[in-house]
């Protein structure tokens, strides 16, 4: 059974071009969680989606920063006009449908985004 | 959300047993406690949830006093390859809400 899945897993770009981030989350799975760590830090959430909703991005950027979570296909995490402030690594998760407590999420190994 | 505080770093040897203490003065009614674990360049891991008394599984051990306002992991015989960093999450966790992380503990193993 695949957990979350994320790539790419090593990702450069120069400032100015965009940044694509793509995420599968466990099967089964209809919440994806984005995150973000800088070095010696911990993760600090950025936005929540279900499928084809953006739910909760009260931690994303306002500019530059958009996620989608399409009907098929992975979700998006994409970054216009990056600027070395943008390097760190974006982790991805995932946890089941229902509104239960106990969900632990379920994270990806990550995209470490370098930007020269 | 219930802010959490615990050790920066934990120094051991292999074969210990570890005991990493998170503090959350302000838990709710409704939140669980949850550890994850981070090795370098990989993403965070769940180890173990509880929400009162002691929580075991094949990994860890939690346990929660009967206040809540702290837990312990607890780590059997540690090996080499349990060096990581932990981290003490505090929250109702249901679908959709964000975890919060702060800076974890680092737990070295040497042998």
């Known amino acids: 059974n695949a957990g979350v899945m994320q790539n790419p897993r090593h990702l450069v770009r120069r400032r100015g071009q965009e940044a694509r981030l793509r995420c599968s989350p466990m099967?089964?799975?209809?919440?994806v969680y984005w995150y973000r760590q800088l070095p010696e830090e911990g993760l600090k959430f950025m936005v929540y989606?279900?499928?084809?909703?953006?739910?909760?991005e009260s931690g994303m950027p306002k500019e530059r920063f958009s996620a989608e979570f399409p009907k098929e296909g992975p979700s998006i995490l994409r970054i216009q006009q990056v600027v070395r402030g943008d390097s760190a690594a974006y982790f991805c998760?995932?946890?089941?449908?229902?509104?239960?407590?106990?969900?632990?999420?379920?994270f990806g190994d990550g995209t470490r985004l370098s930007i020269l | 959300l219930a802010k959490t505080t615990q050790p920066i770093s934990m120094d051991s040897y292999e074969g210990q047993e570890v005991n990493i203490t998170c503090s959350h003065n302000?838990?709710?009614?409704?939140?669980?406690i949850t550890w994850y674990q981070q090795f370098p360049s990989q993403g965070p891991r769940f180890i173990i949830q509880?929400?009162?008394t002691k929580v075991t599984n094949e990994v860890a051990s939690l346990f929660i006093p009967a206040d809540r306002k702290s837990s312990t992991l607890s780590l059997p015989r540690v090996s080499l390859s349990d060096t990581a960093v932990y981290y003490c999450?505090?929250?109702?966790?249901?679908?959709?809400?964000?975890?919060?992380f702060g800076k974890g503990t680092t737990l070295s193993v040497s042998s």
């Open positions: 998760a995932s946890s089941p449908p229902g509104s239960q407590g106990n969900q632990p999420q379920h």
């Open positions: 509880g929400y009162k």
């Open positions: 302000n838990i709710a009614t409704n939140d669980y």
């Open positions: 099967k089964g799975h209809s919440h």
């Open positions: 999450l505090v929250g109702d966790h249901q679908a959709g809400t964000a975890l919060i």
């Open positions: 989606l279900q499928k084809e909703n953006i739910i909760d």
